[in-house]
């Protein structure tokens, strides 16, 4: 992300603290795909997602004037804070799980549902920091660098983070073989 970016994003950050709308509809647009699809990961439908990513957002508006600016890598700390504990909370409500059957499975994902019984074993068993840089990196298509903002560590805490995932699901995946 270049300066005039981050200048622009701490701009529309302070401005929606102060309460302008306009930047804060702004700062969502800016948000909005990026939380969808990490959401979505977690959820099993869409409508769920839409409902979940409109109460991220209630929330955020109303915690804003209570945030501090210092840098953006905090503020993408603070929205996935609300998110992880908007999706903590969905989950105890629901206390459902996503089922994986062969329909949802060609709907969603590229993957050949004889071979989803293996994954489904696989992703349980990774770390919860190693998961969340995986499910940031493919299911919600940030680069390294949003990782790092978004969970508040170093891009290279990220990419080596990133590393150990797939070693660890290639270890796993060769137990299996």
């Not at 306009?22 to 909005?32: A, I, V």
């Not at 996503?98 to 050949?112: A, L, S």
Request: hydrophobic residues 35%; proline residues 2%; charged residues 30%.
């Amino acid at each position: 992300m270049n300066s005039h970016n981050e200048e622009n994003l701490k701009s529309l950050i302070l401005l929606s603290i102060e309460g302008r709308e306009s930047s804060f509809q702004q700062l969502y647009e800016h948000l909005s795909d990026q939380l969808f699809r990490f959401v979505f990961a977690r959820c099993s439908n869409r409508e769920d997602t839409l409902d979940l990513l409109q109460d991220i957002f209630v929330d955020l508006w109303k915690a804003l004037p209570k945030f501090k600016y210092s840098t953006d890598a905090e503020f993408y700390s603070f929205v996935f804070t609300i998110t992880r504990r908007k999706l903590s909370k969905y989950y105890r409500f629901k206390n459902k799980s996503v089922v994986f059957d062969e329909k949802y499975i060609r709907e969603n994902y590229e993957i050949q549902p004889e071979d989803y019984w293996l994954l489904e074993k696989i992703i349980p068993r990774l770390k919860d920091k190693y998961r969340q840089v995986l499910e940031l990196r493919y299911f919600s298509d940030f680069t390294f660098a949003q990782i790092a903002k978004f969970l508040n560590i170093k891009e290279s805490t990220a990419k080596v983070q990133h590393h150990r995932a797939i070693k660890q699901l290639s270890d796993i995946i060769k137990k299996y073989e």
